[in-house]
C-alpha cells in the first residue's frame, strides 16, 4: 500500500501538571438486574486454584485443574469408565460445610464425597444413587485436609465431567501462615510525632518508613486486618525509639481489649513474637519507651493461621476483574476507567477533581462470588468509600465501608455476589479527584449463561435427513427478541430420547478438512420430551442451522429436516447525535424509523430499502476509501488512533442516511499483538493455534472499532523470488488451505460474518503465490493448486476478496492485473461460485477505478474521491447503475451484517487499555517458539550449557533489529516490552549467570550467536529479489568467529527461501525464525538455552544453488527462470519428477513433498536435540 498511517500506541500515564489542564469528561452508568447477598458468609471458599488431581482425564485440555480455577467455562472430565475421583488438596485441615458440584451434561448418578487427613483413608460425608446433575450444593459436616468426589455409576456413555468443584468450609488450625496480614491495612495511632511519620507507614512494607508517636506513655498503633483473624505471630521492626514495657492486644471490635503477648523487659531491635489469639483488631500498647524519645516502628507485621505465602491477608481467589467492561463516575485527561484494570501500574484512572461522590464500576460478565478486593491508590486516595455490588448496576449492596482509607494498597478480605462491583469514593484525601493504579476483584465467574453444553465434537449431519418434522422456530426465522429460542419437533414412535444439534461457533474445528464450516454440528441436548429451551444465550448470528436426532430403547436413531435461523438482538449505540426510536436508530433523522434503520427486519430487506433512498453518488461513494476527509465514503484505511477514528465514525452518522463506513488497515498479522507472518506459522502447522491468533486480532480491533483487515493471505509460495512469499503460507497448497481457513474464521469469530466479526479481505486473488505481481504463469493443471486455499477460504465464510495487480495468462491471456480483469474476477464468482465482495489493490486514480468497477469489483482499495484529475460525475457516468448498485448491495449487505447501523463503534476512551494483554502475549510467543526451526546442530552445541561467568557474544545486522519481526503495519512493540534478539538472549544468560555482550567481550567467547538475514519489507525485497542470499558482510561476520575457533550459532530471519550453502558447513548451528512477531526475540532465546524442544519445520525447499532458481545473471522474469513458478517442491527437479507432480495435482492428490534436490527439503528441521 503507498499509505503508512501512525502506529497506535497505548495509552501513556500523564503527568499531574498535564491531567489539570485536560478536560472533564464524564461518563454515564447503566442499569442492569436486583442484587444478591452472599451465599457464603461463614464459611469462605478454601478449594479455589489449591492443587487438584484425578483418577484419570479425557484429554490435556480437560485437566483436574479446570474444575477448580474459578471458570465455568473449562472443565475436568474422565476416561468413559468406573469408578473415577477428582481430589482437591486444601493445604491444612478444614472443617468443611458445603460442597458445590457444577456438572456438565456427563455427570454422576452415583457418587460420594469423601475427606481424608493423608489422601490414603477416606471418610464419606455425602453418598447419593440418584444424582441429577446440573449445579448440587451439598450441605455436609466433615475435617480434612484432602476433599474429593468419588463417582461409582454415570449418567452417559461419557466420563465424569464437573465445570466446577466447589469446597467451602474454614481453616483449621493448620500452620502459621507466611503472608503479613497487616500490610497495607488501616492502621491508627494514639498520636503521631509528625506528619512524615504516620501510623500508616508502619503497614506500608517498605522498611524505610516508619511510625513515630509523641514522646509521651501510653501509647498504641491500631491495625484493622478487615475481618476476624486467628493470629499466630507478631513481627515488630523497632525503630531506635523502642519499648521496654509493651503488650499485644487484640480486640473484636476495637473497643474491649485481650492481652496475648506482655513484657516489661523490651529490647528494641527485630522482635519475632509467636502469640494466639483471635481479632478483626489488634495493637501494640506501649506503656514504657526505651529512650526519650516516642515510640518508634519500621513496621508491624501480623501473621494468621490458614494463610499461605500469598492472599494479601485475606484476598483470595484469581483477579476476575482485569481487562472486563468498565464505566466510572468521570475520568480526567487520558486516566480512562480501563487503566484501572489493566495489570499495569504505570497506568491509572482517576476522577474529576474537586467532587464527592465520584465510582468506577467493574462488569464481570456473569454472577460472580467475591472473595476479595484490592485496591492500589495513588497519592490522591479515598478517605472514605465504600466497595458495593450489584446484580443490575442499580441495586447496590455495601461490602465494605470505611471513613478511615488511608491510601497506599488496600487488601480487603470481602465477600460478596453479584455482577458488577464498585468503588464508591464519597471523601477525598486530597483536593485532586480520586485516582486508582489499579482495582482487582478476586474470586470466580459463573459464565453458564453464555457457556454452551458442547456434548460432541464439530460433526456433519447425518447422510439422511427429513425424516420426522421440525416445528419451532420457523425456517429461515429471525429472532430478535431472545437469544434463548424455544425449539420443538414432531414426536417419533419408538423414541425414548433426543439429541438436539446447533451448528454452534466453536474454536476447535478440523480445519485441515474440507467442507463449510457451517455444516459442522454441536449436540447440545438430549431430551426425553420433543421440546428443548437452552438456558444458556446464543450469540448474534445470521445462518444458525439445527436439526434432531430421535434415539430408540435399541439405539435406532432417524433424523429431522435441517432448519435455519438467526438471532439478532443488538445492543444500540447512542450519543453521537442519532435518536433511538421505536428501539432502532433513527439514521436519516426524520424522526420515524424507516426499514433499512429497523434491525428487526431482513438483511435484504433492509438493504434493499437504502438502495432505494440513496443517489447514484451516495452509492458510488461508498466503493471509496478516504472516510476520514470524506464522510459518505464506504471505507477507510487504517489503523487510526482511537479517538480520529471515533470522530470519522461520528461523521458518518451525522450524514444524510448515516451509513457508516468500516476501517481496514495492512495489519496482516496482529493489531496491537504481532504474531508471526503467515509464511512463519506454516512452520508449525498448529492451526488451532491460528484461530486463536485471529481471534486475538478480532478482540483487539472490536476494542476500537476498526471492522475490517487487509488479510489473510490465500497464496501458495512456489516462486522462490517472490518478494510477498514472505507473507504467504509456505509451498503446501493443504497447510495453506487450512491456515486460511483458521484464521478467516478466528478473524470472524465463527463460521460466518457476524455483528462480532472482524471483516477479512483474502488476497491475493487468483494466487500471486505462481508468479508474483508481474504476472501468474500457472496453466489449466497447475491453477487447480493455487486455488485450495481460496476454496477453503470461501468454506471458511470469507466474504471479501482482493485481487492482486498480476494478471494471469492462462485466465485472461494478454490481460490486465486482475482487479481490472473481467475474466479473471468471473472464474472466482462462477467456477468457485464465490457471492461476496471484491476489493481492489491499491490502483493509480482515475480511469483504472472506472475500469476495475465495470470488470466486476466492487470496492476500489484505497481508493480517495478526491484524487487530483479524479471526478465522481465522471466515475457515476462510466459504470452501469445497474452495476454500480450491484457492488453497493453486498457493501450494504455486510455493513447490515456486522451490525454496524447498530452499533459501529469501539470504546476509544477504554479500549486501548485492553490491547496487548498477557494472555495475548502469550499466544504471539507460543506461535514463535512453535515455528522455530532447527535446521541443524552439529556436535550439540545447542542447547547452551555453559558455566556461570562464560561469555557470550550476540552480533550481527539482526541483533538489534526489532523491526525485523515483522511486517507493513503489524509492528513490533518496544513499549509493551518486545524484546529484540540481543535484548532477550542477555536476559536469558542472566538467569543462567552467563554474560551476554553486543557484537564483543573483553575476553574471548565460548559462543557466537549470529543473527543474519533481511531487515522488514513489504511490496519489495530490501535485497535485489534476484539474489536470495546473505550479503557478503554477514556471512565474513559467520566466518570471522568460525576462524578463531569460536561456536557459532546462527539466527537466520529467512522471509523467503535463501541459498545459504556458502555458509551452511560454517554454521554449528542454525535456527531458522522466519518473520517470527514480537516474540521472536524471547522465544529464540528460549530455544537457545533448551527451555523448550524445537518443532517448526521449514514451510519452502532451500535452492542448493542459485542456479535451481534462475540462469547465471538472470532476472525475474519467466524466461530466465530454472523453477517453475507455479510447481511445488521443483527445485533442481527433474522432467520426470515435475510431470509427476503435475499428474498428482490434475488429479487431485496431495503432492508429496520429496521431490527435487533441495539443500533442505520442506518440511526440515530438527525436532529434538
Known sequence: MSLRPGLLRPPRRRPRWMVLVASTVLVAATSLISAAQPSHAASVLLSQGKPATASTAENAGTAASAAVDGDTGTRWSSAFSDPQWLQVDLGATATIDQVILRWEAAYATAFQVQVSADAATWTSIYSTTSGTGGTQTLTVAGTGRYVRMYGTVRATGYGYSLW???????????SCGTANAALNKTATASSTENAGTPASAAVDGNTGTRWSSAASDPQWLRIDLGSSQTICKVGLSWEAAYATAFQIQVSADGGTWTSIYSTATGTGGSQSLTVTGTGRYIRMYGTARGTGWGYSLWEFTVNTTGGGGGGGGGVSGPIISQYAPVKASSYEGGNAPAAALDGRTTTRWSSAFGSDPQWIQVDLGGTASITGVVLNWE?????AYRVEVSADATTWTSMYATTSGHGGIENLGITGTGRYVRVYGTARATGYGYSLWEVEVHGSVDTSATTPPMLSGPTKPPATTGQFALSAPADAAMITTTRRPAFSWAAVSGAVRYQVWINLSRTDYDFSATGNLLDLYTKVAEPTGTSYTPNWDLPDRWTYKWYVTSVSSSGATTTSAIRTFSVYVPVLASGDGVNIVNGSRDLNKNGTIEPYEDWRQPVATRVNDLLSRMTVTEKAYQMFYNAQTFPQSGWHFGPAQAPDLDSYLRASAATRLGIPFISAGDTIHGYQTTYPTQSALAANRDYLLDYKLGDVQRR?????????????LAEVGTKVIYPRIQEGNGENADVAAAQVRALVAGLQGGPELNPKSVLATVKHWPGEGAGGEAGITYDAVTIKYHMIPFRAAIEAGAVNIMPGY????????????AGNSAPILNYLRTNLGYTGLITTDWLPAGDPWISAANAGSDVMGGADPGATGFSMATFTSSVPASRIDDAVRRILTLKVKLGLFENAYGDPVNGPYRMHQPAYAQLANQAARESMTLLKNTGAVLPVRLNAGDNVVVTGARAADGLACCVWTSYFHQEYGSMTFFDAIKARGAAAGINVYQDSAPTKPKLAIVAVGEPSYTHATAWAKEQPYLPADQVALIQNYKNQGIPVVVLLV??????????????DAIVVTYRGGEEMGPAAASLLFGDYTPRGRLPWQLPRTLDQVLKPGGTDV????????????????????????RTYINNGQTVPTTFGNPLYPYGAGLQAW
Request: glycine share 16%; aromatic share 10%.
Open 164 to 174: 466446577e468443584f466447589q469446597v467451602y468450609g474454614t481453616a483449621g488450625s493448620g
Open 379 to 383: 497519592s490522591a486516595y479515598a478517605s
Open 700 to 712: 483487539e480491533q472490536l476494542e476500537v472499532g476498526t471492522r475490517g483487515v487487509l488479510g489473510p
Open 806 to 817: 498480476a494478471g494471469s495468462s492462462f485466465l485472461d491471456p494478454g490481460g490486465p492485473g
Open 1054 to 1067: 529467512l522471509p523467503r527461501p535463501y541459498v545459504i550453502s556458502d555458509w551452511n558447513g560454517l554454521a
Open 1118 to 1141: 519467466l524466461a530466465d527462470a530454472n523453477e517453475h513458478w507455479d510447481v511445488p517442491y521443483d527445485l533442481g527437479a527433474t522432467d520426470a519428477e515435475i510431470s509427476s507432480i
